[in-house]
């Protein structure tokens, strides 16, 4: 026959809590704080240094931008004084053309008084005639040609 064999232990039975938990290792109470703590001073620092390198970015790029900048409004300076120089050649062109024009007109007019003056003798006279008539055509083919050079000159003087 089978008999069923059990054997008590002894050495199992109630233990106190106070008896368990002098078995049980407990954490103390000041290393949960302190780990929060030090977790938010990690987070606090990584947020510092990604905050810095971002603003350090920034901060490069508008450098850059800035050099861009002073390069441009150098160049741009240098073009328009090449320009200021380039219209007062300009104005001094045109007022030494109109200066020529003037000259021409005077000319032009006494040569007009001349021949009103002289009316009659150049009507005898076919070569002083022609030869006046051939320095009038002249002057005044180069006032329409001094004309047309002031016209230019303005224009370019307005583009300007």
């Not at 001349?114 to 051939?134: C, D, F, H, R, V």
Request: overall charge neutral; charged content about 25%; aromatic content about 6%.
């Amino acid at each position: 026959m089978n008999e069923t064999y059990y054997e008590s232990n002894s050495g199992l039975a109630r233990v106190s809590h106070a008896a368990a938990s002098k078995r049980v290792k407990r954490v103390p109470g000041w290393v949960k704080p302190m780990t929060v703590v030090m977790v938010w001073l990690l987070v606090a620092t990584c947020c510092f240094a990604l905050a810095k390198f971002y603003v350090g970015d920034i901060q490069s790029q508008l450098d850059t931008i800035a050099k861009t900048n002073e390069l441009e409004v150098k160049q741009l300076n240098e073009k328009l004084a090449g320009l200021q120089s380039a219209l007062d050649a300009h104005k001094v062109s045109a007022e030494a053309l109109n200066a020529q024009f003037t000259a021409v007109e005077g000319e032009l007019a006494a040569v007009k008084e001349e021949m009103s003056l002289a009316g009659n003798s150049l009507s005898t006279t076919a070569e002083t005639k022609q030869a006046l008539s051939e320095r009038i055509n002249d002057l005044s083919t180069e006032l329409g040609e001094l004309r047309k050079l002031i016209k230019k000159l303005e224009e370019a003087a307005r583009v300007y």
